[in-house]
T-cell receptor, first 109, second 113 residues
Framework: QKEVEQNSGPLSVPEGAIASLNCTYS??????FFWYRQYSGKSPELIMF????GDKEDGRFTAQLNKASQYVSLLIRDSQPSDSATYLC?????????FGKGTKLTVNP | DADVTQTPRNRITKTGKRIMLECSQT?????MYWYRQDPGLGLRLIYY???????NKGEISDGYSVSRQAQAKFSLSLESAIPNQTALYFC????????????FGSGTRLTVV
């Protein structure tokens, strides 16, 4: 049974700080990992994907993948109140994605 | 227009009624999925389909059925709605396996009273 674990939070950071979101996964065979942002009552929105060990940066977002330790993380630099949302981690599979339950992030002005 | 469209956006129905949620997509993706989301439980897969002749059960298919009418259309039915089926329902699509993740519809908020 593939599993993706996330700390449910809530994680609270001040505006301008770095928010660090973490995720562990059980399936060593997975090749792709995703971070989705979900505002309350809205649909998940893909913000980052990563396939290779190391870091991948896109604007204020950095995804980090460590396959040996089976974890993936998302760093949000210069956090803004508009970043307040639930962040879902997912691992790819041959048929479907496996999602974590999400971490709720609150950025305080 | 949205790439993945779900109708209705909101629905209140009575216990025992049959209800259909519809999903259509313009992305040309072969794979379509139905999820429900409940607070604290995350996204749970109900059914998924890789083409019009391929339907697969997810982890919580009991009480639900689906129909893949065309590559672009995938409907979810609740044969006899019950209150614990009150949830936010999402349709999603993917292409090339799951290498590029999913595109989600905007969701249907269903309340069963």
């Amino acid at each position: 049974q593939k599993e993706v674990e996330q700390n449910s939070g809530p994680l609270s950071v001040p505006e301008g700080a770095i928010a660090s979101l973490n995720c562990t996964y059980s399936d060593r065979g997975s090749q792709s990992f995703f971070w989705y942002r979900q505002y309350s009552g809205k649909s998940p929105e893909l913000i980052m994907f990563i396939y290779s060990n190391g870091d991948k940066e896109d604007g204020r977002f950095t995804a980090q993948l460590n396959k040996a330790s089976q974890y993936v993380s998302l760093l949000i630099r210069d956090s803004q109140p508009s970043d307040s949302a639930t962040y879902l981690c997912a691992q790819g599979g041959s048929e479907k994605l496996v999602f974590g339950k999400g971490t709720k992030l609150t950025v305080n002005p | 227009d949205a790439d993945v469209t779900q109708t209705p956006r909101n629905r209140i129905t009575k216990t025992g009624k049959r209800i259909m949620l519809e999903c259509s997509q313009t992305k040309g993706h072969d794979r379509m999925y139905w999820y429900r989301q409940d607070p604290g439980l995350g996204l749970r897969l109900i059914y998924y389909s890789f083409d019009v002749k391929d339907i697969n059960k997810g982890e919580i298919s009991d009480g639900y059925s689906v129909s893949r009418q065309a590559q672009a259309k995938f409907s979810l039915s609740l044969e006899s709605a019950i209150p614990n089926q009150t949830a936010l329902y999402f349709c999603a699509t993917s292409d090339l396996g799951t290498s590029y993740g999913y595109t989600f519809g905007s969701g249907t908020r269903l309340t069963v009273v």
